[in-house]
């Protein structure tokens, strides 16, 4: 049986124009994971695990409130208390765990009806301060591809972002391709553009195993980049932005018009 999980591998690049032009582009891959097929996943092969060590892995604790209650029933309660009908399956677009360790600035959830239809999109974004919030965007039933969605920035991500800055997300759902695209503009307009596109591999032992020997320090390349990229911003001397409090809730919900 085919599955509707997959791997997808790519490219990640961030565009930011001011006060200094600062650009990065970095080749990685991520994994989409069905949240009904952790099973299947966790069975089926051998370089893959859920919840256990393994060359690459998915943990549902690294995700959601990190408690062990299941991630989908989770997100189907954020869902639920946003008034969001969904009802149909739930992928996450994320970093595996590789070798043990992972770290995700950005995963991103698609909520489906059970028709099919996506009902609504959750940006779920950690910090490298230890904190995590969500963003989470109901579908417009008229939208196409890309899906076009904004909000108010309300978690403080970049040491070198302020908070007064608005978020435009265009959105190629998984299928043979993905991609993510998130704009940050503040009053002067667009201040940064960040991009993931990644073409679809299937799931398979071959396939899991290429993608470790391609990227085997896929965890320290995210979090080692990060600090790296960081260095040159700062020598091109853009200033810190103070850290407010997080917000007091876990989730920013943006209903559509």
Same mark, same amino acid.
């Given at each position: 049986m085919s599955l509707r999980s997959g791997l997808y591998t790519g490219l990640v690049t961030h565009a930011r124009t001011r006060p200094r /032009? %600062?650009?990065?582009?970095?080749? !990685?891959? =991520?994994?989409?994971?069905?949240?009904?097929e952790l099973e299947a996943l966790d069975r089926r092969f051998r370089w893959f695990s859920v919840d256990r060590f393994n060359l690459l892995a998915f943990h549902g604790r690294d995700h959601g409130d990190g408690s062990a209650r299941p991630l989908?029933?989770?997100i189907t309660a954020r869902l639920a208390e946003a008034g969001i009908a969904a009802g149909g399956a739930i992928q996450v677009l994320c970093y595996p765990r590789v070798l043990g360790g992972v770290f995700?600035?950005?995963s991103t959830y698609f909520c489906h009806r059970p028709d099919g239809s996506l009902a609504a999109v959750l940006y779920?974004?950690?910090?490298?301060?230890?904190? /995590? %919030?969500?963003?989470?965007?109901? !579908?417009? =039933?008229a939208s196409d591809r890309p899906i076009r969605q904004h909000c108010d920035k309300a978690f403080y991500v970049s040491p070198f972002m302020a908070m007064d800055m608005r978020y435009d997300f265009a959105i190629h759902p998984p299928a043979e391709d993905v991609?993510?695209?998130?704009?940050?503009?503040?009053?002067?307009?667009?201040?940064?553009?960040a991009n993931f596109t990644g073409a679809r591999r299937e799931v398979s032992d071959s396939t899991l195993l290429a993608?470790?020997?391609r990227h085997p320090l896929l965890t320290l390349k995210v979090v080692?980049?990060?600090?790296?990229?960081?260095l040159k911003i700062i020598g091109k001397g853009i200033g810190l932005q103070r850290r407010p409090p997080p917000p007091e809730r876990a989730v920013t919900v943006v209903r559509s018009r």
């Amino acid at each position: 049986m085919s599955l509707r999980s997959g791997l997808y591998t790519g490219l990640v690049t961030h565009a930011r124009t001011r006060p200094r /032009r %600062h650009e990065l582009a970095y080749r !990685v891959y =991520t994994m989409l994971i069905d949240l009904d097929e952790l099973e299947a996943l966790d069975r089926r092969f051998r370089w893959f695990s859920v919840d256990r060590f393994n060359l690459l892995a998915f943990h549902g604790r690294d995700h959601g409130d990190g408690s062990a209650r299941p991630l989908k029933a989770q997100i189907t309660a954020r869902l639920a208390e946003a008034g969001i009908a969904a009802g149909g399956a739930i992928q996450v677009l994320c970093y595996p765990r590789v070798l043990g360790g992972v770290f995700n600035p950005l995963s991103t959830y698609f909520c489906h009806r059970p028709d099919g239809s996506l009902a609504a999109v959750l940006y779920e974004v950690n910090n490298t301060f230890g904190q /995590r %919030h969500s963003y989470l965007i109901e !579908v417009d =039933t008229a939208s196409d591809r890309p899906i076009r969605q904004h909000c108010d920035k309300a978690f403080y991500v970049s040491p070198f972002m302020a908070m007064d800055m608005r978020y435009d997300f265009a959105i190629h759902p998984p299928a043979e391709d993905v991609s993510v695209t998130v704009r940050g503009s503040d009053a002067e307009g667009t201040l940064i553009t960040a991009n993931f596109t990644g073409a679809r591999r299937e799931v398979s032992d071959s396939t899991l195993l290429a993608a470790f020997l391609r990227h085997p320090l896929l965890t320290l390349k995210v979090v080692g980049g990060i600090h790296w990229e960081a260095l040159k911003i700062i020598g091109k001397g853009i200033g810190l932005q103070r850290r407010p409090p997080p917000p007091e809730r876990a989730v920013t919900v943006v209903r559509s018009r």
